[in-house]
């Protein structure tokens, strides 16, 4: 496999991944889990320095996922109570994780080489120079995780469809007909913090938080339609990962920065141009609506 | 500043550090609150992440890692991602958390991708430009604590001189707006004071520490309080209590002041969730509580009175079969009737005494009144719109709306 395909492979993954669960994020106002979990890992790291001493792949991501689905799960609890707004739980929890484990690496480990950029953010540029042997070809390893992570989501949103759409758009009805709203949205959430954290460790932290939000934003910029709004933000995932490296091979940039920046062109392009919610067409319809009512008012004069 | 600074008893060091966690505190507190009450609580996180490209380009115009024009830079970039996040809101259907997102991605995509080509420049002097922003905390400088209480100043100034139509634009923008109240200008002004605020904070304190700083002390003050003005004082007090805390602690165990005050915040935070008075889940959980109890026992009582109308006094155990309750609960309630000395106990049988009797027929009496309410309620014209109380109709309708409400129910009958 040639390295451009395997980057552009991995990212079109992790868009895979990553614009399977977005849109629910989107709908649910916790876009920002993704930077949370981001800097809620920290922690797990550290704790798996502590008790296992070491800083192989393998245990830090197993230390890094319950310390993300911890925040996850605090995060939900703190909403739950109804005293603080889901933003404002997303503000307190991943902090303060975040400062357990800056002090955990001040108290415990301040002589070893502990951070989140070496342990654990990986660099989308590396990922065709680290393989594993699948039967008997060399397929690059982020391929194969964030492979099998992405097609773990497809299974959990295909499978709880009907839920996840009636549990994110009318919760109160949910429970009427028996379908438990936070028990769907912590397996969201939970999915959320284990693709996060596996996708974090094969290519870096911003392209992931990116691929979770901006995708998912500008499909919801463009349909009314939930199925068709995961599908367009997939897609909108390919579109910035295949676009973005070529850019960054032209301009010889970060591939996640750029592949970033062309996600966030796109959703430019639909803030202006969709054909409904475009600030184009409104301003169209408010003109026209104008013109209509001018032609009333003249008819009623005339 | 440094008459106040030489002024607290403490060495140079902590009262600075002491002096800027107040500060800090309470421009953090006041100016996170309005970000709060909008529903925009990260906004601190994605000015964060918005100044790395400012502070790339800053970098790239005057090619030296000068301190106050990187801040500038920084400074400006936030602003610009502050513009950009309020009219995506404004314009579209993106809600406050995926717009903050997006400029937070955005931002720092682009932020990386300057850096790249920074970096091939071949100017060896970029080295650290990244951390220069998101690095450990450099520790806060006597300069520092002084623009931050001017902030605070200055936030506390516009808080009470506008607090009114703050408060509509707040609430009701589009009202704010019909109204011809100048809601842009406010909303701009408290957006570059918060700008200003977290640059320096970042900068003095660290990202994670402004972010929680922001939050912490609406969503304490919110718990204890749902009026506007006092939320607001209370936000500053409990930022400022939290900053000094954070850093006198952080001091004695010589250990990092930011994340100290962010944990500090945390549980603070948390405290006041569980056991803020008539809010907190603690105090829910005992109001659910009482009220089941109060229902088991009214219950039980109610049992036992249909019992002895139908026979010899009941066992507890045939008095729980009878309403198919658990025998611990019936247990429980009959020990509380009995205490109330409602219950007498014949060796192993119950019956009700005197009180016992006149209590079960006033319950009695009082729902059949709130079910005759319900049914023939809507037939009674009452002067004024009175929610009645299903406990104590008669005190809260009077009399003699009870009396035609009774006359209501024979006439139907």
Known sequence: ?302 | MGWLIDLLPLSYPDAVVVCGAVALGVAAGVLGALAVVRQRSLVGDALAHSALPGIAIAFLVTGVKDATGLLAGAAIAGLIGAVVMVAIEHTSRIRPDAAIGVVLSSFFSLGIVLLTAIGHRDNANQAGLESYLFGQAAGLLERDVEVMTLVALVAIGIVALAFRPLKATLFDPSFSGATGLPVRLLEVASTALLVVAVVIGIRAVGAILMVAMLVVPTAAARQLTSRLSVMLVLAGLVGAVVGVAGALLAGAAEVPTGPVIVLVGAAVVLVAVLAAPGRGVLWRARRLARARRRLLVEGVLLDLETALHAGPPPTPRELADLAGRPARLVARALRELDRAGQLVREGDRVRLTEPGAAAAHSLLDQRRLWAVWLEHGWQLRLVDAREPDPRDLRGSLGDEAVARLEALAVAAR
């Open chain 1, 1 to 302: 496999m040639s390295p451009d395909l395997a980057i552009v492979l991995t990212a079109g993954l992790v868009a895979t991944a990553c614009g399977l669960l977005g849109p629910f994020l989107v709908l649910r106002r916790v876009a920002l889990m993704g930077d949370a979990v981001s800097h809620a890992v920290l922690p797990g790291i550290v704790a798996t320095w502590l008790v296992l001493e070491t800083r192989a792949p393998l245990p830090v991501i197993v230390g890094a996922a319950i310390f993300a689905i911890l925040c996850v799960l605090g995060i939900e609890w703190l909403t739950s109570t109804g005293l603080v707004r889901s933003d404002a739980a997303i503000g307190l929890v991943f902090p303060a994780l975040f400062s357990l484990g800056v002090l955990g690496i001040q108290r415990f480990a301040a002589n070893v080489h502990i951070d989140l950029d070496a342990t654990i953010y990986g660099e989308i540029a590396f990922t065709p120079f680290r393989v594993v042997d699948v039967l008997g070809t060399e397929v690059p390893r982020a391929i194969v995780i964030v492979g099998a992570v992405a097609l773990a989501n497809l299974g959990l949103v295909a499978a709880l469809w009907k839920e996840l759409k009636v549990t994110s758009f009318d919760p109160e009805f949910a429970r009427t007909i028996r379908i438990p709203p936070r028990l769907l949205s912590r397996l969201v959430l939970v999915a959320v913090a284990i693709t996060a954290v596996t996708a974090f460790e094969s290519v870096g932290a911003i392209l992931v938080v990116t691929m979770l939000i901006v995708p998912a934003a500008t499909a919801y910029l463009l349909t009314d339609r939930l199925v068709v709004m995961v599908v367009a933000t997939v897609g909108l995932g390919w579109l910035a990962a295949g676009t973005g490296y070529a850019g960054a091979l032209a301009w010889d940039a970060s591939v996640a920065g750029a592949m970033g920046l062309v996600a966030a062109a796109c959703f430019v392009l639909a803030l202006v141009v969709s054909p409904r919610y475009g600030l184009l067409a409104r301003s169209l319809r408010r003109r026209r609506r104008q013109r209509e009512l001018a032609r009333e008012l003249a008819a009623l004069e005339g």
